[in-house]
């Protein structure tokens, strides 16, 4: 019996300390310094700075070799510049994209539940942003079933170009209603516009703008004339109206707002200007040389010989060449807290709306709007930069035939091409949609074309196999020349 007693205490204390240090528990262990809900600003920053850093290194890889901006050099054969683009050259954005869109889920769920209009109109706005480049890249992708695997959807069904343009469109214009100005963003501060809503609004407006302008060739949309109805309402569809209202995100090279390089010598290696981009800005006398590109130097590389870049899709080894090219400005990737000339990624620059306003002007044949949203177009995008604006620019005899407005289009798409320097993907697909500025084709690219969309990744084909026959059928078929829907 002793024995038993003893046994019997033992359990009897075992149960109180139990009882003692299991009593408030869950008070005990909760940590006051963590949140125990995801809400709208948890989600917002990493969501831009993410996207945003990564559309400056496919800018790099991608844009700038098919544009002509700049290219590899030595580059003996092959290379985007000549147009030769691999099978897998759009994996990074498909994953990166889908990605963040996942997030950007999350951000709108949580907004509705907060009852939050502004950050779900961001959160639209977000979405509209990443799915139409992502579209614009592939053309038809998942868009309703995509990122759906929490309901068990692992196999989405690709939604159609015109299909996600009209989405993304009625829910721009959606959000635009959605804001209430008056209204504070008290999730913290996010680094895009520190919580104003009435740049927000701007933006949601500018990028419905951007993508109208998209579909200018599909007359069931009829873009320049809904164009025309939010140029003419300002009131009612808030755009940018100056630099400060731009969508570009400022790193200081302080955690985390860091440069996407993490190396900046990495972005200036082994590379050059492209001739055509620098002989235009010749040309132009334009103050925006030094900021893009180092001077050229004698084949000694004991002096500068100005700006001198290369000629994409060259033939041949670089000893042709008897100078030093001029390079990428290393600047471009140094993050930096000088106010002056900071580093920035650009979502969406103002210069941009001005020439969408000034195409559509031009389309109305109204000739002194055209001119006055033009030249409002490029100043903006020369200050962007942080360069000062020649008062001469559009007059002076020595170049005023490159640079003054003379009533067409071309011109308009020359000075939109340098405005949307480092913007992602825009400058190629603005070439998809227009053909301009043409492009020199010389003899490396003779026989090729220009790309005008990825191939879908290997994952998705083995994956979603089915799915991935429908959208090849509705495409007309997966190459890197398929023709998306709004370029047909």
């Given at each position: 019996m002793k024995h038993i007693a003893k046994i019997s205490s033992v359990v009897l204390l075992a149960g109180c300390l139990f009882s003692s240090c299991t009593k408030n528990f869950e008070e005990i262990n909760t940590d006051p310094n963590r949140i125990d809900a995801i809400s709208p600003g948890t989600l917002i920053n990493p969501i831009i700075y993410n996207v945003s850093g990564y559309n400056m290194l496919r800018a790099d890889d991608i844009t700038f070799n098919l544009m002509q901006v700049a290219l590899p050099f030595p580059s003996a054969s092959g290379g985007l510049h000549r147009y030769d683009i691999s099978e897998n050259a759009g994996n990074?954005?498909?994953n990166t994209y889908y990605q963040w869109l996942n997030n950007v889920k999350e951000m709108y769920n949580t907004s509705v539940k907060a009852s939050d209009v502004n950050y779900q109109a961001i959160a639209m706005t977000l979405h509209a942003w990443m799915f139409s480049n992502l579209t614009d890249c592939f053309g038809d992708v998942p868009m309703q079933e995509a990122v759906q695997g929490d309901a068990g959807i692992l196999h989405p069904k690709f939604d159609t170009q015109e299909t996600i343009y009209t989405t993304l469109l009625k829910n721009l214009d959606s959000a635009n209603n959605l804001y209430n100005t008056s209204k504070s963003m008290i999730y913290g501060t996010e680094i895009l516009y520190a919580n104003n809503v009435s740049k927000w609004k701007k933006f949601t407006n500018s990028l419905r703008m951007r993508l109208l302008l998209r579909l200018s060739k599909k007359t069931s949309v009829n873009a320049y004339a809904q164009l025309k109805t939010m140029i003419d309402n300002p009131a009612k569809y808030p755009v940018f109206t100056s630099n400060d209202d731009a969508a570009v995100v400022k790193l200081t090279g302080i955690t985390p707002l860091t440069s996407p390089w993490g190396r900046p010598v990495d972005f200036t290696s082994y590379r050059a200007v492209g001739k055509f981009f620098l002989d235009s800005l010749n040309a132009f006398n334009d103050p925006r040389r030094a900021k893009f590109a180092t001077q050229a130097r004698n084949a000694a590389g004991s002096a500068t010989i100005g700006y001198m870049g290369i000629p994409s899709g060259y033939t041949g080894s670089e000893t042709q060449f008897n100078y030093i090219p001029s390079n990428v400005n290393v600047s471009l990737v140094t993050a930096s807290s000088n106010s002056v000339t900071p580093m920035i990624c650009v979502i969406m620059p103002y210069a941009e709306v001005e020439f969408i306003k000034a195409e559509v002007?031009?389309?109305?044949n109204n000739t002194a709007a055209a001119k006055t949203a033009y030249e409002a177009g490029v100043k903006a995008a020369v200050e962007q930069w942080g360069a000062v604006m020649p008062t001469d620019y559009f007059t002076n005899p020595a170049y005023a035939s490159a640079t003054a407005y003379n009533g067409t289009?071309?011109?308009?798409?020359?000075?939109?091409?340098?405005?949307?320097?480092?913007?992602?993907?825009?400058q190629w697909f603005e070439y998809r949609r227009t053909g301009m500025p043409v492009l020199p084709v010389n003899a490396g690219i003779v026989g090729k074309q220009m790309p005008t969309r990825f191939k879908y990744p290997i994952a998705v084909r083995t994956n979603n196999p089915d799915n991935y026959q429908v959208a090849v059928q509705s495409m007309g078929g997966d190459l890197n020349t398929t023709k998306v829907w709004w370029e047909k």
């Open positions: 990074g954005t498909w002007q031009f389309m109305n289009l071309h011109r308009i798409l020359l000075q939109k091409y340098y405005a949307l320097f480092f913007v992602d993907y825009q």
